[in-house]
């Protein structure tokens, strides 16, 4: 049923868009999706374990950045930083019915946002349902330039993130309208809906901050109570263990949170699985294929809530945007090489789902080799192409793959210089202490 639901969400979508499909964006079979079997732990080799005291590290730290909102008692980020997202109000963008979006329409989300009272809430709070983190308070969109390549839908600038239920929150105060609550997150800053929320008293947060937590190894896992179905949460949600089942927050007619046990359920794992190929193969089955969805569009994910999400189930922590999770590491700058090198040295120092690769705006995990090819796991809109009069395209893959550096170089308006391999600018070794 949920799936259905979010099929009829996207087929609703497409067929807003459908009357402005741009010329420049197609579909071709890329040949790599016909050539690489689509298992990405087929072409791993020296394969390499980590420790039980790395492990235990990696628990630490993933306990301390998901909790840390509860810790806090302003917001870290200033109110510059907080109020960036006012840039859009002074460029050309487009709204969801493609028309341009007025002065005067960001004149009044601006006043509605409320900042004149940021960090004077100052609550702490946690989702119970999942939700999703706006730039602005509401659900309008916010495109640029729907004709141009790689723009329009998927592309809602207004979206920060998705984000999960029971996921710790700083609320630092209210829009006026009271609907909206600006938060801070392990995830991201931002509006979430009100009604998405619920505030947090001590004794909940010790009874829920209790060090014993279990996570979502699939997607579309249905939880219930007493046998009665509750919600359906993706993979890498996060649930306290508890007695006689699990830990979800759920909340009374004041907001106010209070604790639901919910029943035992087999695709809850204790966090921190086991990194071995077994574990890995299991999570990436779960992930390969999966609709690309920026920021969490429809509940999809995008390329670095992708790694994100992989990770978590390990206890793992990465942060959300790809630039960030460049840095989840030790990050090596191969910007200043050429193509021919960056590929030699990825070969010679990438460590088989230990390592990040990253461009701008793009992230990718590192799974093996075929014939001699860098393979990389990751969640791609398509490729960008570029036709003899220099017009920008896009052939769009559009979901989860396993795919070489070049993919897509055999389509007639390929162009080398926005290949893959010739942006790439650092690879990272997550897994370095």
Same mark, same amino acid.
């Given at each position: 049923?949920?799936?259905?639901?979010?099929?009829?969400?996207?087929?609703?979508?497409?067929?807003?868009?459908?009357?402005?499909? #741009?010329?420049?964006?197609?579909?071709?079979p890329i040949k790599d999706l016909?050539?690489?079997?689509?298992?990405?732990?087929?072409?791993?080799?020296?394969? %390499?374990?980590?420790?039980?005291?790395?492990?235990?590290?990696?628990?630490?730290?993933?306990?301390?950045?998901?909790?840390?909102? =509860?810790? *806090?008692?302003?917001?870290?980020?200033?109110?510059?930083?907080?109020?960036?997202?006012? /840039?859009?109000?002074?460029?050309?963008?487009?709204?969801?019915?493609?028309?341009?979006?007025?002065?005067?329409?960001?004149?009044?989300? !601006?006043?509605?946002?409320?900042?004149?009272?940021?960090?004077?809430?100052?609550?702490?709070?946690i989702t119970i349902n999942s939700?999703?983190?706006?730039v602005f308070p509401t659900v309008?969109?916010?495109?640029?330039?729907?004709?141009?390549?790689?723009?329009?839908?998927?592309?809602?600038?207004?979206?920060?993130?998705?984000?999960?239920?029971?996921?710790?929150?700083?609320?630092?105060?209210?829009? %006026?309208?009271?609907? =909206?609550?600006?938060?801070?997150? &392990? $995830?991201?800053?931002? =509006? *979430?809906?009100?009604?998405? !929320?619920?505030?947090?008293?001590?004794?909940?947060?010790?009874?829920?901050?209790?060090?014993?937590?279990?996570?979502?190894?699939?997607?579309?896992?249905?939880?219930?109570?007493?046998?009665?179905?509750?919600?359906?949460?993706?993979?890498?949600?996060?649930?306290?263990? @508890?007695?006689?089942?699990?830990?979800? @927050?759920?909340?009374?007619?004041?907001?106010?949170?209070?604790?639901?046990?919910?029943?035992?359920?087999?695709?809850?794992?204790?966090?921190?699985?086991?990194?071995?190929?077994?574990?890995?193969? %299991?999570?990436?089955?779960?992930? !390969?294929?999966?609709?690309?969805?920026?920021?969490?569009?429809?509940?999809?994910?995008?390329?670095?809530? /992708?790694?994100?999400?992989?990770?978590?189930?390990?206890?793992?922590?990465?942060?959300?945007? &790809?630039?960030?999770?460049?840095?989840?590491?030790?990050? !090596?700058?191969? &910007?200043?090489?050429?193509?021919?090198?960056?590929?030699?040295?990825?070969?010679?120092?990438?460590?088989?789902?230990?390592?990040?690769?990253?461009?701008?705006?793009?992230?990718? *995990?590192?799974?093996?080799?075929?014939?001699?090819?860098?393979?990389?796991?990751?969640?791609?809109?398509?490729?960008?192409?570029?036709?003899?009069?220099?017009?920008?395209?896009?052939?769009?893959?559009?979901?989860? $793959? $396993?795919?070489?550096?070049?993919?897509? #170089?055999?389509?007639?308006?390929?162009?080398?210089?926005?290949?893959?391999?010739?942006?790439?600018?650092?690879?990272? /070794?997550?897994?370095?202490?």
């Amino acid at each position: 049923m949920y799936k259905l639901f979010k099929l009829l969400n996207l087929m609703i979508i497409i067929t807003i868009f459908s009357g402005c499909v #741009k010329e420049n964006t197609y579909k071709h079979p890329i040949k790599d999706l016909e050539d690489i079997k689509q298992k990405p732990t087929l072409y791993t080799k020296n394969f %390499k374990k980590i420790s039980y005291k790395s492990k235990n590290e990696f628990i630490k730290e993933y306990k301390k950045y998901y909790f840390y909102p =509860w810790h *806090i008692n302003r917001f870290s980020v200033s109110y510059k930083n907080a109020t960036w997202g006012n /840039m859009y109000s002074k460029m050309d963008v487009y709204s969801e019915n493609l028309t341009p979006i007025s002065k005067n329409w960001f004149k009044s989300i !601006i006043d509605e946002s409320n900042f004149k009272k940021f960090n004077t809430l100052r609550k702490k709070a946690i989702t119970i349902n999942s939700s999703h983190i706006r730039v602005f308070p509401t659900v309008s969109k916010i495109f640029y330039d729907p004709k141009k390549a790689g723009e329009g839908f998927p592309f809602d600038y207004n979206e920060n993130s998705s984000i999960k239920i029971n996921t710790p929150l700083f609320v630092s105060h209210l829009s %006026k309208n009271k609907l =909206w609550a600006y938060i801070e997150s &392990s $995830v991201a800053i931002g =509006w *979430i809906k009100v009604s998405d !929320i619920a505030y947090v008293n001590k004794k909940f947060r010790k009874t829920f901050e209790n060090n014993n937590y279990y996570i979502s190894i699939k997607d579309d896992t249905n939880i219930y109570k007493n046998g009665y179905l509750l919600k359906s949460v993706s993979l890498g949600t996060l649930f306290p263990k @508890a007695k006689k089942g699990f830990i979800i @927050a759920s909340k009374d007619y004041k907001n106010n949170a209070f604790i639901r046990v919910i029943d035992r359920n087999r695709n809850l794992k204790k966090l921190g699985l086991d990194f071995n190929l077994e574990n890995i193969t %299991k999570i990436s089955n779960e992930l !390969i294929g999966e609709r690309y969805g920026w920021g969490g569009l429809l509940e999809n994910r995008d390329c670095s809530l /992708m790694t994100k999400d992989f990770y978590a189930p390990f206890g793992i922590f990465l942060n959300r945007n &790809s630039g960030m999770q460049k840095n989840n590491g030790h990050s !090596i700058d191969i &910007s200043k090489m050429d193509d021919i090198q960056k590929k030699e040295f990825i070969l010679n120092n990438a460590v088989p789902f230990q390592t990040l690769i990253y461009l701008p705006g793009h992230i990718m *995990i590192y799974v093996g080799v075929k014939e001699n090819e860098p393979l990389v796991f990751h969640n791609v809109w398509g490729v960008k192409t570029i036709d003899k009069n220099g017009k920008e395209g896009r052939s769009v893959i559009g979901k989860a $793959v $396993v795919t070489t550096l070049s993919f897509g #170089k055999e389509l007639e308006n390929y162009s080398q210089e926005y290949s893959l391999l010739s942006r790439i600018e650092a690879i990272t /070794m997550i897994t370095s202490i």
